[in-house]
Nanobody, 124 residues
Framework: QVQLVESGGGLVQAGGSLRLSCARS????????MGWFRQAPGKERELVAGVNWNGANTHYADSVKGRFTISRENGKNTVYLQMNNLKPEDTAVYYC?????????????????WGQGTQVTVSS
């Protein structure tokens, strides 16, 4: 079994920054594509950013392009989401997820493993 544990969420003022981390442990499946999703109350879970197995390819939701950066350190089994210039509409629970493949994945159904989520709240 693979476990994903997110950390780094919290309360921040608009314009501020946070860095989320996702530590992967458990049964090793190799190096797989991963992603960060978020879900706000009353809304569907949406992909915020994705990264392929080696970090060479990334994908971002239009709403976060230029503000968020996804990266990974495979030697540490960790994926990061650097979030700058945060806005109140970024408020959500953020989830880390892992696929079983190597290439970018864009929808929740492509992801096999999920973390418990970390709350990000941006005040205006």
């Amino acid at each position: 079994q693979v476990q994903l544990v997110e950390s780094g969420g919290g309360l921040v003022q608009a314009g501020g920054s946070l860095r989320l981390s996702c530590a992967r442990s458990g049964r090793t499946l190799g190096t797989n594509a991963m992603g960060w999703f978020r879900q706000a109350p009353g809304k569907e879970r949406e992909l915020v950013a994705g990264v392929n197995w080696n970090g060479a390819n990334t994908h971002y939701a239009d709403s976060v392009k230029g503000r968020f950066t996804i990266s990974r350190e495979n030697g540490k089994n960790t994926v990061y989401l650097q979030m700058n210039n945060l806005k109140p509409e970024d408020t959500a629970v953020y989830y880390c997820a892992a696929t079983l493949g190597y290439g970018l994945a864009y929808v929740p159904g492509e992801y096999r493993y999920w973390g418990q989520g970390t709350q990000v709240t941006v005040s205006s």
